[in-house]
């Protein structure tokens, strides 16, 4: 979920004649896509569409003065763009990578649990990305946007040193799922709300150069781990991470500045929400979405080794193959969206995965197994990346998108921490890969029949209508 992955196209739509002017001219006036509006909430800046948004800094509002419109370009504006892409790298390129780390531990010469403890590690690690929003929202709109991204920057780093040198699971707990987990929190709300400061015709490209951090990440962080840990071993296999991830963050660190602080605190609920039928079985959707949708991406390298599909060293290259798969799977989505409306698309990218979850069960050859990562990380792509664009599609009142969006994240994150772990739990319990297929298959074709739900609700059942 990243929103991680936000993208989108301004248009040009109508230009007005500027009366306040000596003589008339005409001033071009954007319209805000449904990306446009999605970045913007998660800035928590003005989006409304008829003007620039302003960012008063806190020396600009004891002088009410307005730092003006957002400079779209010039070195300074890509240097946050590329601070972004790290920030990203480092968080949800973490979570993306957990799965080599899972392959890993199933065969740990120091410690032994079963497959559904291990995955708690991970997942929740991912829940902490998300819950943490919770405060470090608040924490941005308060002006904290250099704590936030600090902690992470020390956090991060540090639990990859902490991890490198655990020697039991409640060892490896702390440090990888609640240390590395917590600094993931810190990045999030950075990584995506700094943007929109910047950017106005080119937040699309902007956005989308850093949201593909997340799947970078996950192919860097697996491939340097996997190298490294055939000649070096596990401990410093990991700690070259720490300073993998030191060296990247603290980079952003150094380079992004905020050009303000949003002008106002939003809303941490709004319960009235729910009673809009459509936002609410969105809402449920996201929850299965995510309970299912990480099961390939923890499991796959295990299946691949434990079904003598792949060998041990080609078995964990399939996770950065999946994840380098979705770049293009989480940005082109996001383009079309704008034009066929975000459910109309999301539908048929999530009923495409689920049944590649269910076809999973059908795969024994290596062939079949490449294939089925790449197809995978392609349809999938879009789960992740387009639930804050939708939100966008179901929300009349603009100016509590923020906390919508963040209360969709909040139920998303109980599925990101249950999933994994259940998975884990099935194969534990029944010794077969048959139902970790089934459970993920069954929770995304779940979320694709909610999602129609959700349109047709929405807007009907005229497949023409945008939506």
């Not at 106005?200 to 970078?216: E, N």
Request: proline content about 6%.
């Amino acid at each position: 979920m990243s929103s991680s992955t936000i993208v989108e196209d301004d248009t040009e739509k109508e230009v007005q004649v500027n009366r306040n002017s000596p003589a008339t001219r005409l001033v071009p006036v954007r319209t805000q896509s449904s990306l446009d509006q999605a970045l913007d909430a998660e800035a928590n800046i003005d989006i409304d569409a008829d003007k620039e948004p302003s960012f008063p800094t806190d020396e600009a509002a004891n002088a009410h003065d307005d730092p003006g419109a957002p400079p779209d370009g010039g070195f300074r504006a890509w240097l946050q763009v590329l601070g972004s892409f790290f920030l990203f790298f480092n968080s949800w390129g973490t979570v993306n990578a957990f799965g080599v780390f899972q392959t890993y531990y199933e065969n740990n010469p120091l410690w032994h649990q079963t497959p559904s403890n291990i995955s708690w590690i991970g997942s929740i690690q991912a829940f902490l990305l998300l819950m943490i929003g919770v405060v470090t929202g608040p924490a941005y709109d308060a002006g904290y946007f250099r704590a936030l991204i600090i902690s992470g920057a020390t956090l991060i780093p540090f639990g990859f040193m902490m991890t490198s040198l655990a020697k039991e699971y409640w060892q490896t707990m702390l440090a990888q799922a609640f240390c590395i987990g917590l600094g993931n929190g810190c990045l999030f709300i950075p990584s995506v709300a700094i943007l929109p400061q910047y950017f106005s015709s080119k937040k699309a490209l902007a956005s989308g150069i850093a949201a593909s951090g997340s799947s970078f990440g996950g192919v860097i962080f697996p491939i340097v781990f996997r190298r490294v840990e055939q000649q070096l071993g596990f401990g410093w296999a990991t700690r070259i991470l720490g300073f993998l991830s030191l060296a990247t963050v603290w980079f952003s660190v150094l380079v992004m500045r905020p050009r303000a602080t949003p002008t106002h605190k939003r809303h941490l609920t709004d319960f009235a929400a729910f009673k809009e039928l459509p936002y609410t079985l969105f809402c449920v959707a996201m929850f299965f979405a995510f309970i299912g949708f990480y099961g390939p991406v923890y499991y796959i390298q295990q299946y691949a080794i434990q079904k003598r599909i792949t060998s041990v060293d080609l078995g964990f290259y399939l996770l950065p193959i999946l994840n380098a798969a979705s770049i293009p799977g989480r940005i082109v989505p996001n383009y079309i969206a704008d034009l066929a409306g975000p459910l109309n698309v999301l539908i048929p990218c999530t009923v495409v995965t689920a049944m590649l979850a269910i076809v999973w069960m059908a795969v024994h050859s290596l062939a079949g197994i490449v294939v089925f990562v790449i197809v995978y990380g392609l349809s999938s792509g879009a789960i992740v990346s387009m639930p804050p664009v939708a939100v966008v599609s179901l929300t009349k009142d603009m100016r509590k998108l923020g906390t919508r969006m963040g209360q969709c994240f909040f139920i998303s994150a109980f599925g990101l921490l249950v999933g994994t772990p259940v998975s884990g739990a099935i194969l534990n319990n029944t010794g077969s890969w048959l139902g970790v297929q089934l459970f993920s298959g069954v929770a995304i074709f779940i979320t694709a029949f909610l999602l129609v739900w959700a349109r047709i609700s929405a807007a009907g059942v005229a497949l023409k209508r945008k939506a």
